[in-house]
């Protein structure tokens, strides 16, 4: 086994789930064995708050040499399905972790969780019960008083094996019996108030079919399958604390003496909660199922096909998520942090490139109307390898509208008459009027230019306020934008008395047509690429491009950067 890992690429200091492990490693726990696992119910796609155990679950697997399984807890027919499978799968994949030939089905032990079911029977350690689950939650007592033994605490083993196998044979409809693990309805840990263990579910299992008529709870499910995997550390989040006791527990009863030598390890973290989202999957899955987003991979939502589709990298997400780091105290995480994440990534690596999204047409009249020319902008000034590429330049452009004013106050650095501003990477232009329609809009701009301020020529250094972005009209090709805002308009929308669906953003999102780009981005775009339009923000090539008829931009994140300005602040 090797030695933990203090020289990595950022030198950190182990967290604290990493410094457990660490020690367990150096005391020989498990013969230094080392297997984590990640174990995703096939219910809904994965989210943020997933990636944050995907990263610890496969990190520390990596960090010290041992392996990570993934395992779909999948003892819920009713929820599950092979498109979150499927899915499931993708995303990890996507963010850079792979479980090689280690992908397990807690539907693969149904039969030794069955199996040991019958034998707690046989063992006086369980009983069927005939009540409603509403009947039994009555019965559990509160945290400070002791519940009520069923009527059917006491039955004979003889009648529980009968009945349980005919639960399984689908003689009882479902919520007329459950199988309870005979524990101590008095235990101050309310998981061990005789905790139900078996339900009857008649919906077929999407990998098992109609074979099974019971399934067993998830916390019958989860902690012996980490045993039968052999899983050494088992992490998870913290609201599983109270049930690490009923884990072992079954797992002592399971594996008897051989516990003593082995039994998973549970270490639990907190969980990764964002501001002005929801990151319960039954309120995603509601927010799907009511159109009141485009799909799981709107990229409005919180998760990773949302995030990859509104174009945040697998880096940036990793960077947030070691920023954010691993504690034992819940917290609500700042949104703007994820977002300076992706900024910084795309600050480094996204090309730039001109394009107009609220276009006016500005005509240069001493340019000559014939002549074109070519200029050479910078690809990335962040990496002086990135190179150059071309933009035409001619007698017409198209700048922003609300980069021209015409009766503009003292401190508007852009356009209006008498005044002058440089084109990007082209020359500098004096405005010299513009024309109006009958209802005082305006429909174009006049100016004219300086031939002698182009880059090499002598006028190239004066200086002048203001730099606008433009693009060539007569060479721009049109596209569409999406400007995606936050989701929610309040700030932890969980928190709040109202539905949730009534405190969604109205103005989350807004589509442009007509947004016109330069030529070599629409030659070059592809699905998923990423570029900085000048002065305005990051954006990324939404897979609708491929049947749109025209490219389709979402906005990644707009360049104002409200976390790095609250740091300096704070400072
Ligand atoms: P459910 O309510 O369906 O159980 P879940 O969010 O727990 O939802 P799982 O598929 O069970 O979904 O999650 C798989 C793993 O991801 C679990 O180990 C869980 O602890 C972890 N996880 C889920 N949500 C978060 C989160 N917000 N932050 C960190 N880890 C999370
Ligand atoms: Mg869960």
Redesign the pocket.
């Known amino acids: 086994m090797a030695e933990p890992i203090t020289t990595s690429e950022e030198k950190r200091s182990l967290n604290f789930v990493e410094q457990i492990v660490a020690d367990d490693l150096k005391a020989g726990k498990n013969s230094g064995r080392l297997n984590t696992r990640?174990?995703?119910?096939p219910?809904?796609y994965l989210h943020i708050?997933?990636a944050?155990?995907i990263c610890m679950d496969f990190g520390v697997a990596e960090l010290f040499g041992g392996t990570c399984n993934l395992r779909f807890?999948d003892t819920n027919p009713q929820k599950e399905d092979t498109e979150y499978e499927q899915a499931i799968m993708r995303d990890i994949h996507w963010l850079g972790y792979d479980w090689q030939d280690r992908l397990y089905y807690a539907s693969d032990y149904f039969q030794q969780l069955y199996d040991f079911a019958i034998r707690l029977i046989k063992e006086g350690h369980a009983y069927v019960d005939d009540q409603t689950s509403e009947q039994i939650a009555q019965q559990k007592g509160t945290p400070t008083t002791p519940g009520t033994d069923s009527p059917f605490r006491n039955r004979s083993v003889e009648e529980n094996l009968d009945l349980f196998q005919r639960m399984n044979a689908g003689e009882f409809d479902e919520g007329t019996h459950v199988l309870r693990a005979k524990i101590d309805m008095a235990s101050s840990n309310m998981h061990f108030r005789d905790p139900i263990i078996y339900r009857i579910i008649k919906t077929p299992h999407w990998r098992t079919g109609t074979k099974w008529k019971v399934y067993p709870m998830y916390d019958f499910a989860h902690g012996q399958s980490d045993y039968f995997e052999g899983v050494t550390h088992s992490i998870?989040?913290l609201e599983f604390v109270p049930h690490r006791p009923l884990y072992d527990y079954f797992v002592r009863l399971l594996a008897g003496d051989t516990a003593q030598q082995y039994c998973p390890r549970q270490i639990e973290f907190n969980?990764?909660?964002l501001t002005y989202t929801v990151?319960s999957?039954r309120k995603l899955l509601q927010l799907v199922k009511e159109n009141l987003v485009a799909g799981w991979d709107d990229p409005r939502m919180p998760t990773l096909c949302g995030l990859r589709r509104r174009g945040y990298t697998p880096q940036s997400i990793k960077n947030f998520i070691n920023a954010i780091g691993y504690t034992k105290y819940e917290a609500l995480n700042d949104i703007s942090l994820l977002e300076h994440a992706i900024r910084d990534d795309l600050n480094a690596n996204a090309t730039r490139v001109s394009a107009v999204l609220n276009p006016v047409r500005l005509v240069i009249t001493n340019y000559p109307e014939d002549r074109e020319e070519t200029m050479s902008m910078e690809n990335n000034p962040e990496q002086p390898d990135a190179g150059r590429h071309n933009m035409p330049f001619c007698r017409e452009l198209y700048i922003e509208r609300e980069d021209f004013m015409e009766d503009a106050p003292k401190k508007f650095f852009r356009l209006t008459p008498g005044k002058e501003v440089r084109l990007k990477g082209a020359y500098i232009i004096q405005c010299t009027g513009c024309t109006k329609d009958a209802h005082g809009n305006i429909t174009e701009i006049q100016a004219t230019y300086d031939p002698d301020t182009l880059s090499g020529m002598p006028g190239a250094s004066r200086k002048v306020k203001g730099t606008l972005h433009w693009v060539s009209a007569r060479h721009c090709v049109d596209a569409e934008v999406r400007l995606y805002d936050r989701l929610f308009s309040v700030e932890n929308p969980a928190a709040e008395d109202a539905d949730f669906r009534e405190l969604l953003n109205p103005d989350s999102l807004q589509t442009l047509t007509g947004v016109k780009i330069e030529p070599f981005l629409a030659q070059t775009a592809q699905v998923e690429d990423k570029y900085q339009f000048q002065r305005i923000g990051y954006f990324t090539v939404d897979p609708d491009s491929a049947t749109a008829g025209h490219l389709v931009f979402n906005r990644t994140i707009g360049l104002k950067d409200s976390w790095a300005k609250e740091q300096k602040k704070a400072n």
């Not at 990640?38 to 119910?41: A, I, Q, V």
């Open positions: 990640f174990p995703p119910e219910n809904g708050g997933h944050k155990a807890d998870c989040t969980r990764l909660n990151m999957k």
